[in-house]
Structures are given as C-alpha cells and as structure tokens.
C-alpha cells in the first residue's frame, strides 16, 4: 500500500500498520513523526490500537440499524412479488406499486431495487428500442424558398363541426403557404391542401396539363419533382391515393422518424405559435368563424410578425428575397448608430464636477 491510507480499509491493514508504527517507536522514531510520515491521523492510530486491544479492528456493518429499515417479513414479500409478478410488471417501480396493488406491501421503488440486487435477482426489463437514423434531404433540393414544406393537421376541438385544420409551411422561409380547415382527414384533404398552395405560389399553371390528362401521365416514370413535402406517417400520408396524387404533381415525400416530432419540427412550432399566440382560436365553435380567424392570423404571422429564425424579418419578406436586404441594413445602422455616439462623445466636452 502507498500513499495516503483510505477512509476504510480491513482489519488486516490496520494491524499491519499498527505493527510498524510500534516497530518505529521501539526503534526511538516519536510516535508523532512516525504517524506524520504514514499520513495516519495520530487520533485515528490511538482508535485503531484500542479497537485492536478490545479485539474489534474489523469495521461493523455500515447503516447500523436504521428505524425506517424493512422489515424481514416485507422483504419477503418483496421477493414473493419477483417470482409472481416480475415476468408481467418487468421493472422495480411497477413492482413496488403492485405490492401496494394488492395490499400485500408497501415500500419504495428503490427499497424493491436494493433487496433484488441484495439477492442477485435481475428484472427483464424491456429491451432498449434501436436509435433510428434520421434521413437526409435529396440530392436535388436545393436551400431556398419553394423547395422544403412540411404540413400536418392539428385540432381544434371546440369547433365540433369541423375540428382538423391542416397547415402547410415553407421549411426555408417559414411561410404559411395554405391552410385548410376540415370534419376529416382523408387524402381528398391533402389533395385540396396542396391544389391551394400550388396556386398560391403561383406553381400550378405549369402543373395544369398534368391534372386535365392524368392518363397522359407516365406514374412510374415521374417528372423531376418540383419540390419536397415533409410530413410524419399519418394513415392520409402514406395512403396510395396521396402517393399517387404526389407523383401526379411532381412533388416528393419525405417522411420523418415514426414517434419523432422533431422530424417535422416547422410545422410542429407553427402550430405551437398560432395556439399560444391566439388563444381565442381554442374557443371558436363556428367553422366559418374559426376559418376567417385563421386566415387573419397567416396574414399576420405572414407579414406582421418577426420572426427569430430567418434573422428578425416577417416570412413574406424572407420568401420574397428581402430578407438579406433588411437584415443587412440593420447591420448598416448598427454600425452607423455606434459610430455617430462615438463621435459626439469625443467632440463634446463634459462639464466636470466641483
């Protein structure tokens, strides 16, 4: 052993090192010094020689015995449950809980998990599910406005009449393109959904021969596709109706991660804004009411509010090519406003204070 003696060490030890420091002052070494150069406490040296001259130099049991302990009869049961219940509840805490389920005992879920391991008894436990692997964008996308969406439904459940809303996003500008308020969600939804987004970002006119003959339409061998849709894996998402009217269209799919909202985090945060930011939306029970509100509040979001992650400009101006203009002329006066205040605080002269 080298170094500083440890906080506990065995009985073996201690006599060890009560053997040479009686050797060393025998040899004439102050029982001080020789404490000093083991690095031993000269108090914690005297404890061990009384100890070992009671014949304790063993450590007792840490914990003593503490008045909240189990007691034997609950940590039976404890182990009763591991055999009964344990292939069904599968984890300490749910074991724990069924104790107190069926009147049979009550303890914490650690207690559960110290008496277990005390006895070397593991719970199955369920299996880790494998990390998902998030897919990238392809290779023909390109970062600008018109190339990304995303759309999802959400709910708005006092209007009981026509409760889903479907939105859709612009994933670089952050525009709310459409918006479509609905009793269902089915893939003549998505189709309406997107016919109105199309034409509102003025896309469709060069889409329109393929609608009027889609016989003429060659599925299997789709156009290059003119932008990508993200979406998660709802039922209206996945189905072949929409799948077909996508490639009709030539737009892409992309689909998130199952149980990932993340995946689809641009329109995930639209309607987390639109909620918090116009809480009477959660009230309206008029689908012709709720369907105004909700396209006063695209044009507000549109081009009223700022928002943070296209650097502080409204959508509309970001998806309209205005936003690096602004931006750079903030920077401008940013610039122009610090060196204005540096030059009238060096040409003016402060009156100094008697």
């Not at 909240?68 to 344990?86: Q, T, V, Y």
């Not at 799948?243 to 987390?272: K, N």
């Not at 105004?292 to 400009?313: F, M, Q, S």
Request: net charge neutral; glycine share 6%.
């Amino acid at each position: 052993m080298s170094g500083q003696i440890p906080a506990r060490v065995e009985g073996t030890v201690k006599a060890a090192v009560l053997e040479l420091i009686a050797d060393a002052v025998a040899a004439g070494w102050p029982f001080s010094r020789i404490c000093g150069l083991l690095e031993i406490d000269r108090a914690r040296a005297w404890r061990w020689k009384r100890r070992q001259l009671a014949g304790g130099l063993e450590d007792a049991r840490p914990g003593g015995r503490p008045v909240h302990g189990l007691l034997s009869w609950e940590e039976a049961e404890i182990l009763a449950l591991f055999e009964e219940w344990g292939p069904v509840d599968l984890s300490h805490r749910k074991l724990a809980h069924r104790g107190s389920y069926l009147d049979r005992v009550f303890v914490s879920p650690s207690s559960v998990d110290r008496v277990l391991a005390r006895h070397g008894l593991v719970l199955a436990g369920l299996p880790r599910p494998p990390r998902s692997t998030k897919q990238p964008w392809p290779d023909w996308v390109a970062w600008r406005p018109n190339q990304l969406w995303c759309w999802d439904a959400t709910h708005f459940m006092a209007c009981k009449s026509s409760p889903v809303v479907y939105g859709l996003v612009d994933v670089v500008s952050r525009k709310w393109v459409a918006t479509l308020l609905t009793a269902e969600a089915t893939s003549t939804q998505v189709k309406v959904l997107f016919l109105n987004a199309l034409d509102a970002e003025g896309l469709l006119d060069a889409l329109q021969w393929r609608l009027d003959r889609p016989g003429d339409v060659d599925l299997a061998e789709p156009a290059a596709p003119i932008l990508l849709a993200v979406s998660d894996n709802g039922p209206e998402m996945r189905s072949d109706e929409t799948r077909a009217f996508m490639a009709l269209v030539a737009i892409g799919q992309h689909f998130g991660r199952p149980s990932t909202p993340t995946d689809q985090a641009w329109i995930e945060t639209l309607w987390g804004h639109i909620k918090a930011e116009n809480p009477h939306l959660l009230s309206i029970t008029e689908p012709d009411v709720l369907a105004v509100e909700l396209d006063r509040a695209r044009r507000h979001y549109n081009t009223v509010r700022l928002h943070e992650a296209v650097g502080y400009v409204t959508p509309n101006d970001e998806h309209e090519g205005r936003g690096d203009k602004i931006r750079q002329a903030r920077r401008d006066g940013l610039h122009a406003a610090d060196t204005a205040r540096r030059a009238y605080h060096r040409n003016t002269t402060r009156r100094r204070l008697p």
